[in-house]
């Protein structure tokens, strides 16, 4: 038992700097997330209680070791839809249950192996897309313009303005405060992340993240006393709810509404949540696998499991259903996390933050926060990255731009979408193309064709197969190879069997089959 303890708390002086980086990036994000689903200023702690489960619970029970869950915004128009339907936040909460048991189920169903089938041309775009849509997001709060949540993931917005308008609004109505904040923290970030700031004790364990929001804060004092009109207040800031009491802290609590039971709304809004969650969960594994340093693999069933008890947890005390997250899970990576403890102690802190010091917490400037976002983005989309992607081929860039552009201009999921169709495309291609080895020998009396078949020979193979099969010449001998595969698809035997007793006797083509199954062609 000693030995278990000691290996979980083995990589605390880098797990617990790393988990305090996570809490103030996920602080503003939870809050965001949380009005922009519920559209009620009453229920912002909806979005702390999901963080703190997607910290402590998701994070104990989870296989990923970097991977940090929350409520996520690709859930959001989902969410507030949702609430609109079923009247109330208290029913939606009892559709977050049932979605958290149909992902249990499906974890016990081993429906986790679809994550292992997202081409990882597609899951870079994402990570890139996700990057530069940080900073196009995060850059109207630099400039004071707080019109938008923190956490905004859509290309149209809430407000009728989309990404690229914002930029202008956010130039157009900018606060001095605001923008020297921005400006202190964004180098003080880029000269903490220099390795000679790390010759200091002090900045051995202290956070650039968090040394920065202190001094946001140090600085709107300062404007407070000698500039008041730079001062930032009210929207500028963390708006944290704060209890004035014990009973009114337990009121921030809601229980589901069980009475909603015989609503059939409920199961259509629990099973789009359970689908659209898991998917989100699993792409966000994927890639935060891909970031890994160390590249461990996460247990998606395991995962999809931890996922469904989050959500069973969450729903009952009045959360946001959950997912991981791609932008925590690489503010956790970045910040030197290095097992599922960091995760743990963001979600801790969370909870004991929300309950002691929410007044100090609202003191912090959303502009502070956007840069520690910024600088995230700037790491999941570096140049490095397309270029490398550049030097795969066609082949991989294309779907990788395909997925890049789709994310930024619609949202993650139809991003996904579009560009896995595009990746699929050239997988059906290069499957259409290298189905098997085609060698002609040309003979005094006729041509020996060879076509050895593919280790694997599926479906996809169909086409090319029948085509070559159907341009071979006249009075030649052919002979179809497949005791190098280790599987060959009925469709494929099929149409080689129609093609030696249907297709070749009227071609006068002699056909020699070596580890080809004989099988039975229907209709004939």
């Known amino acids: 038992m000693n030995k278990k303890i000691k290996s979980f708390f083995g990589e605390i002086q880098y797990d617990l700097p790393s988990g305090l980086v996570v809490y103030l990036v996920a602080l503003p994000l939870c809050l965001g997330v949380a009005l922009a689903s519920t559209g009620s200023p009453d229920l912002l702690f909806s979005g702390i209680i999901a963080g703190v489960i997607g910290g402590i619970v998701i994070g104990t029970l989870s296989g990923s070791a970097l991977g940090v869950s929350g409520p996520a915004a690709g859930l959001v128009v989902i969410v507030l839809t949702a609430i609109q339907t079923l009247g109330s936040f208290e029913a939606f909460l009892l559709a977050v249950v049932f979605a958290g048991i149909l992902q249990l189920i499906a974890g016990f169903l081993k429906a986790g192996i679809i994550g292992y089938y997202f081409p990882s041309s597609v899951i870079k775009g994402m990570l890139a897309a996700i990057g530069i849509t940080l900073i196009l997001k995060e850059i109207p709060h630099v400039f004071g313009y707080d019109e938008v949540f ?18 202008w609004y956010a130039l157009k109505y900018n606060s001095t405060g605001a923008l020297i904040i921005s400006t202190v923290s964004l180098t003080a970030l880029i000269l903490l992340e220099r390795p000679a700031m790390k010759k200091f004790k002090l900045f051995k364990f202290l956070p650039g993240a968090l040394f920065v929001v202190i001094l946001g804060v140090l600085l709107n004092f300062l404007f407070q006393e000698y500039f008041p009109e730079w001062v930032l207040k009210g929207k500028h800031l963390v708006q944290l709810p704060v209890a004035s009491g014990f009973e009114e802290f337990i009121g921030f609590f809601k229980s589901p509404d069980f009475s909603a039971i015989t609503n059939p ?22 890639a935060t696998d891909k970031l890994d340093p160390i590249k461990r693999s996460t247990p998606t069933n395991r995962e999809l499991k931890s996922q469904g008890i989050g959500n069973i947890l969450s729903g009952l005390i009045g959360g946001l259903p959950v997912t991981q997250v791609i932008v925590r899970s690489s503010a956790n990576i970045n910040s030197g996390g290095k097992t599922r403890l960091s995760t743990i102690i963001h979600g801790t802190i969370l909870l004991l933050s929300a309950i002691i010091i929410p007044r100090y917490l609202n003191l912090i400037p959303l502009a502070s926060l956007a840069c520690i976002l910024l600088l995230v983005g700037y790491k999941l989309s570096k140049y490095g990255l397309y270029r490398d992607m550049f030097k795969l081929g066609w082949d991989q860039f294309i779907p990788f731009v395909v997925t890049v552009t789709a994310i930024l201009f619609t949202d993650l999921l139809k991003g996904i979408f579009i560009g896995m169709q595009v990746a699929f495309y050239f997988i059906l291609r290069k499957n259409y193309k290298n189905s098997y080895h085609y060698h002609m020998e040309v003979t005094e009396n006729k041509n020996i064709i060879t076509l050895r078949l593919s280790e694997e020979v599926t479906f996809l193979n169909k086409g090319s197969i029948l085509q070559t099969l159907n341009h071979l010449p006249k009075d030649c001998k052919v002979i179809i190879d497949g005791s190098k595969s280790l599987n060959i698809d009925y469709d494929v035997l099929e149409i080689i069997q129609e093609f030696k007793q249907h297709t070749a006797p009227n071609k006068n083509i002699t056909v020699e089959t070596i580890g080809i199954a004989e099988v039975v062609v229907m209709g004939h």
Not at 150 to 167: R, S, W
Not at 265 to 286: C, G, N, P, Q, R
């Open 150 to 167: 923190m956490g905004d993931e859509g290309f149209i917005q809430k407000d009728g303005h989309n990404t690229l308008t914002e930029l």
């Open 265 to 286: 709304d409920v199961y259509v809004t629990a099973i789009t949540l359970a689908i659209v969650a898991s998917l989100e969960t699993l792409l966000s594994v994927e």
